[in-house]
């Protein structure tokens, strides 16, 4: 089993649909959880951070952790076509001085105008 | 403007030859990072640094080397014991941590690496 797993997609949908993107991990010691939004051929930009369960908003995206079930999503709002890009999740442990980060494989989103 | 810079954005190598990849921050980060990303294999970790002369092997640094003489740099060099190094590659960097909280990575814009 893989220390983090994404779903797959590719994930299309039409503007203004609700976007619901998950991650779920398997090593109990990730504290810190990320989000990380790569469009085509561009570096990854950091979207949402979060290091405890429950729910943090910044605008239209919802980052949910659930440390319980290991599961973790992001969550996009009235979805816009500038969302269309790579999504990437991101976790870390709080071993020392352990910044290694592990990344989900990614899920490429299509919003359609 | 703070960042990260990453040069060439576009490489070609020939068979046999060595390559190196540029990485520079301004960001006075003291922990640097090289990924590799291929389709569908998402990101993985080839080498990180946490501090000035010092850097340790990630998942597949095999074929791969760096060096760190400077906060500022972290070049990457693709040898030829790299065999399949077509690939689009990725240098980050963090504040240094100690187990606390908030330390993320911040991206360069990648240098994709073409085998001639």
């Known amino acids: 089993q893989k220390e983090v797993e994404q779903d797959p997609g590719p994930l299309s949908v039409p503007e203004g649909a609700i976007v619901s993107l998950n991650c779920t991990y398997s090593?109990?010691?990730?504290?810190?959880f990320m989000w990380y939004r790569q469009y085509s051929r561009k570096g990854p930009e950091l979207l949402m951070y979060t290091y405890s369960s429950g729910n943090k908003e910044d605008g239209r995206f919802t980052a949910q952790v659930d440390k319980s079930s290991k599961y973790i999503s992001l969550f996009i709002r009235d979805s816009q076509p500038s969302d269309s890009a790579t999504y990437l999740c991101?976790?870390?442990?709080?071993?020392?001085?352990?910044?290694?980060?592990?990344f989900g494989k990614g899920i490429t989103l299509s919003v359609r105008p | 403007d703070g960042g990260i810079t990453q040069s060439p954005k576009y490489l070609f190598r020939k068979e046999g030859q060595n390559v190196t990849l540029s990485c520079e921050q301004n960001l006075n980060h003291d922990a640097m990072y090289w990924y590799r990303q291929d389709p569908g294999q998402g990101l993985r970790l080839i080498y990180y640094?946490?501090?000035?002369?010092?850097?340790q092997k990630g998942d597949i640094a095999e074929g791969y080397s760096v060096s760190r003489e400077k906060k500022e740099s972290f070049p990457l060099t693709v040898t030829s014991a790299q065999k399949n190094p077509t690939a689009f590659y990725l240098c980050?960097?963090?504040?240094?941590?100690?187990?606390?909280?908030?330390?993320?990575?911040?991206f360069g814009p990648g240098t994709r690496l073409l085998v001639l």
């Open positions: 991101a976790m870390r442990d709080l071993t020392g001085a352990n910044s290694k980060l592990t």
């Open positions: 640094s946490q501090i000035v002369n010092d850097f």
């Open positions: 980050a960097s963090s504040r240094r941590t100690s187990g606390g909280p908030q330390e993320t990575q911040y």
């Open positions: 090593n109990s010691a990730f504290q810190y």
